[in-house]
């Protein structure tokens, strides 16, 4: 995956309220002038939030071009972003064939930490995401479209992992990128630990029911099949359920999987047949294990990055990012 994580500056105001929003790029493909599908796979475990793209992945299984991830109210924008870069960038493809844009964005809500109905995030914004997008190690926490994002009722974010896995002395990896905006906080649990349970103090206010969500983006360069990367998306429910997570009612848990393999040409732009390869399913199970114990890995990552942000609404104290210190102690890690 290739990441960009950008977001606006957490000391705007507007309206007496702290704008703390932004969006997160995905290249899968870098920036090739010529479209290609990335054959995918989608699930929801519970569909309260949105997903661009997603009826199709789920029927022709793939998607080309970016995927981008920010907040409920900014999905339009983030989508003519994607749109517009696509057309520039396949111009001649475009030009040439009866095509159309459908990329990926997904969101969830930032609402208690940001002004998100003043619709900061413009198209420029995410264009801006696209354009800056680079391969490399990653800003997780307050970054991209999680810079809003509450976890557990502590202060979220955007978080990443990744496993390697070895099939038949082929090294090939999958890779696991949250949105997490999910959980309450007696729910959180750490290697098999109800943490969270010991640690209720400074918890969101008025939060009764869980009002968050999670995206999941799981990549990976094994050669998969759109019905094995769908059972591969589904995995990803196990992962977020390993922190303690049962997917809430209000909660949009919306998981996508991809892989880079089998690159070709777009259905539009070619002959009646298709070579393909694909992993045997007698194989899947590391590859599963992979994709749990990765984003599981990243929701935490995106807890231990993130650095306290003053709630927007209610507008009184400030929502905590987890005392890793404290974590530490519990599970005697102090040396």
């Not at 705007?12 to 054959?39: D, N, Y």
């Amino acid at each position: 995956m290739t990441e960009l994580l950008s977001s606006r500056d957490p000391s705007l105001m507007t309206r007496g309220i702290p704008v703390q929003t932004g969006v997160t790029a995905i290249l899968p493909r870098g920036r090739e002038p010529e479209p290609k599908p990335l054959w995918a796979g989608q699930f929801s475990l519970n569909g309260n939030g949105e997903m661009t793209g997603a009826h199709w992945v789920r029927d022709g299984g793939w998607f080309c071009g970016p995927i981008l991830l920010t907040n409920t109210h900014a999905v339009g924008a983030a989508h003519q972003a994607a749109v517009r870069w696509m057309i520039e960038v396949y111009g001649d493809t475009w030009e040439t064939n009866h095509l159309w844009a459908m990329p990926i964005v997904g969101e969830t809500y930032d609402g208690v930490l940001s002004d998100i109905n003043g619709l900061h995030v413009a198209e420029m914004h995410a264009r801006a995401a696209i354009d800056a997008a680079r391969p490399g190690p990653v800003t997780e926490g307050n970054s991209g479209g999680g810079a809003g994002m509450i976890c557990y009722e502590f202060k979220g974010g955007t978080g990443t992992s990744s496993r390697r896995v070895k099939v038949d002395d082929q090294d090939f990896t999958v890779g696991a990128l949250v949105q997490a905006n999910h959980g309450l906080r007696p729910w959180l649990t750490i290697s098999g630990q109800r943490v969270g349970e010991l640690m209720l103090e400074d918890r969101v206010p008025d939060m009764v029911t869980e009002r968050g969500s999670i995206i999941v983006i799981l990549a990976t360069d094994i050669p998969l099949l759109p019905g094995q990367l769908e059972r591969l998306a589904r995995r990803a429910a196990i992962g977020i359920g390993r922190s303690g997570s049962p997917g809430g009612n209000n909660s949009g848990d919306i998981f996508l999987a991809f892989s880079t393999a089998n690159e070709m040409a777009l259905p539009q732009c070619s002959g009646p047949w298709r070579n393909m390869t694909a992993l045997n399913d007698e194989y899947l199970d590391p590859v599963y294990m992979a994709a749990v114990e990765a984003v599981d890995e990243a929701v935490l990552n995106a807890l231990f990055a993130a650095q306290d942000v003053p709630f927007a609404r209610p507008a009184r104290g400030v929502c905590k990012a987890i005392d890793t210190q404290r974590l530490r102690a519990f599970f005697n890690l102090e040396k």
